[in-house]
């Protein structure tokens, strides 16, 4: 019997590691045919991050060996390819997966590279290599006599029949010898996305292509009997289609029957309002995600003709967010810095716009990230746009800092386009620190909303100012968001994130080490922004109330509850606003009881649940749920 192995590692985070779905698909479509089965013995799968002595040491007398590849572990895979050729300089090493390219066949010690999906290719070459010849296997490109033969590229036309990974058995040696290992999954209802993104690589297929149903079901039966926590939903665009709908009740019976899987988290179809906000409805119901995605990733339409994308129009995305608000559903909107056409001032501009009509909860900025088999990252395209990369350590964000890795990761990230220059592309930056720390985490939220309802303030101009005042007063915010600026200039070894011993020992995103360290001084980083706050001129005595209101709302740790006594009703007044109403703030005596439903001692805790676990639902802001209000007598 010839030994198969297969790499697909990932980070491991507190224990907790993602099953090797993409391998133990191809796996299981293999062994469900008898030639191979007979021939083959599929030895074991390299699926943590170890170090490359002790997985080498699990490979003994290989014939192949499959190397899974992402912008996560490309360089481990490599660094192990070659010692495991070194050491066995006859088995065949072939590399596939998102991040597999031509260009790996420079690599003396990769013999083969897979393009798209693995299952029907890879049982192809198993069959041939047995054969002595490959040159009838698609998908694939070899070195041979000197020179590199690239096969014609197909897609299959229905993966109805692909076995589970899960049902087969494929993992229960895995979770067997593992048991102290948290493992997350992949539930995969579809395959193809009908769009085409320039900077994305999900899918070169624009055929939506099915799983039956009764291995769906099957597999979310499976998913909550081995008590899988997380869940990660890989379809491109759920709630596109009718069935999805039945996916998510099936999901909410198994946590019902069996408490798991906690959690289910899709990527959500952006023009199936009506279906999607169903799903969310019923998973939200039940805790088990923690919102909808409004993902626009830019709002500039020279950017969006650019990379092929259409958006909702924002009337559509104004009723969707008052819809969403209603019926208490967290949201949040996603955006891109970095995608060709944008501007500075389109890119800023772009995440005011999403406040202006409704997204108050929360906004994430991503940098835009070259993937190698996107149009984006093709050499005509970099070229026309004018793209420049830099490489940077890849960033564990929400990891441990410190830890010595024996392979460092990298990522290609643009830094600068023909519309954006490295000194905007830093700006940009900046402000979207900005706005994500005051306004989607809340600090200054209700400033500026009311500030844009009673004095017609525009975000952008509210949050442009607050930069500016920020970047030219000294004082703790300044020092702050000039560390960040430094970084951004000078710094390419991946350290884009904040640590603070007081908050855990995890490294935090930019906005996130902003709040968590105005929150744990409050008066003081508040009384750097007196000045700013009064120059816009609200009456003292209206001044002082929403300030007093605005510091409450927001969840701060050591905190078991409090009562303010206001003159007026700024709850019902926001509540208003944030539903989509025209309010009246109303003079009223007002008493606002707040109750945390959790009590936090310890700020590490309180960073963890409220600013990483919950900054998506929106916990930095005390909900509804806490905060009781009722007219004064």
């Known amino acids: 019997m010839k030994n198969i192995y297969f790499v697909q590692v990932g980070f491991e985070f507190d224990g907790s590691v993602y099953l090797p779905y993409g391998v133990g698909t191809i796996i299981a479509y293999c062994k469900a045919d008898e030639k191979i089965k007979s021939e083959y013995n599929f030895a074991d799968i390299i699926f943590k991050r170890e170090r490359l002595q002790e997985a080498l040491d699990k490979i003994q007398e290989p014939y192949v060996v499959g190397f899974s590849c992402s912008v996560w572990n490309m360089e481990y895979n490599k660094a192990l390819a070659k010692i495991v050729k070194e050491k066995y300089p006859n088995c065949f090493i072939v590399f ?45 490109a070899y070195k041979t006599d000197g020179k590199t033969v690239v096969a014609e590229r197909s897609c299959s036309e229905s993966i109805a029949g692909y076995p589970s990974a899960y049902l087969t058995g494929v993992f229960d040696k895995i979770m067997a010898e593992n048991k102290t290992t948290e493992f997350l999954a992949v539930l995969e209802t579809n395959r193809g996305c009908p769009y085409a993104c320039s900077y994305c690589d999900w899918c070169s ?46 999901l909410v019976e198994a946590k019902k029957k069996n408490g798991y899987p906690e959690v289910f988290r899709p990527c959500y179809e952006k023009n199936s309002a009506d279906r999607v906000f169903k799903i969310c409805s019923t998973l939200n119901g039940i805790g088990m995600d923690k919102g909808a995605t409004m993902a626009y990733q830019t709002l500039s339409e020279v950017a969006l003709e650019n990379i092929g994308r259409k958006n909702l129009t924002m009337e559509h995305f104004s009723s969707l967010m008052k819809k969403y608000n209603e019926a208490g559903i967290p949201t949040y ?66 990891s441990a800092p410190g830890k010595v890795e024996e392979i460092k990761e990298y990522s290609y990230l643009v830094r600068s386009t023909a519309t954006m220059s ?31 309802e009673e004095s017609g303030v525009s975000y952008y101009n509210f949050y442009t100012s607050l930069l500016d005042y920020i970047l030219k007063n000294e004082g703790c915010l300044n020092r702050l968001w000039m560390s960040f600026k430094v970084k951004y200039e000078k710094s390419f070894e991946g350290d884009w994130n904040y640590y603070n011993k007081r908050f855990g020992n995890v490294i935090w995103f930019f906005e996130e080490g902003a709040f968590l360290e105005f929150v744990s001084d409050y008066d003081r980083y508040f009384g750097e922004l007196n000045a700013f706050i009064k120059s816009f001129g609200i009456s003292d005595d209206i001044l002082s109330e929403l300030l007093n209101y605005q510091k409450e709302i927001i969840r701060k740790p ?54 990483w676990f919950g900054r998506r639902r929106g916990a930095t802001v005390y909900s509804d749920s806490e905060v009781f209000s009722s007219i004064s007598k």
């Not at 592309?425 to 900046?430: D, F, I, K, R």
């Open 422 to 452: 490295r000194d905007d592309w830093v700006y940009a930056n900046l402000f979207s620190i900005c706005v994500q720390c005051f306004h989607s985490l809340g600090i200054l939220r209700f400033l500026a909303i009311y500030l844009h």
């Open 558 to 611: 050591f905190e078991k509850g409090k009562i303010l006594k206001l003159n007026y009703d700024f709850t019902d007044y926001f509540k208003g606003v944030l539903k989509g109403e025209k309010a009246c703030l109303n003079k009223t005596k007002t008493k606002l009881e707040i109750k945390p439903k959790v009590y936090y001692d310890d700020v590490s805790l309180f960073a963890k649940e409220t600013v």
């Open 333 to 398: 909107s996603e955006l891109i810095l970095g995608l060709p056409g944008e501007t500075k001032e389109s890119f800023c501009q772009g995440i005011c716009n999403l406040f202006e009509n409704g997204q108050h909860n929360s906004v994430s900025v991503y940098h835009c990230e070259i993937l190698p088999n996107a149009e984006l990252a093709q050499p005509e395209y970099m070229q026309k746009h004018g793209i420049e990369t830099i490489k940077v350590a890849f960033n564990h964000i929400h």
């Open 205 to 250: 297929d624009k055929k939506v292509r099915f799983f039956p149903m009764d291995k769906i079901l099957a597999e979310i039966n499976w998913l909550s009997e081995k008590k899988i926590s997380y869940c990660f939903g890989a379809d491109s665009n759920f709630g596109m289609f009718e069935r999805d709908y039945e996916i998510a009740l099936a």
């Open 96 to 140: 596939g997966g998102h991040s597999s390219t031509l260009e790996l066949l420079k690599e003396s010690f990769i013999d083969i590279v897979m393009f798209g999906e693995g299952e029907e290719t890879f049982c192809h070459l198993l069959h041939s290599i047995t054969e002595c010849d490959i040159s009838s296997v698609k998908n694939i």
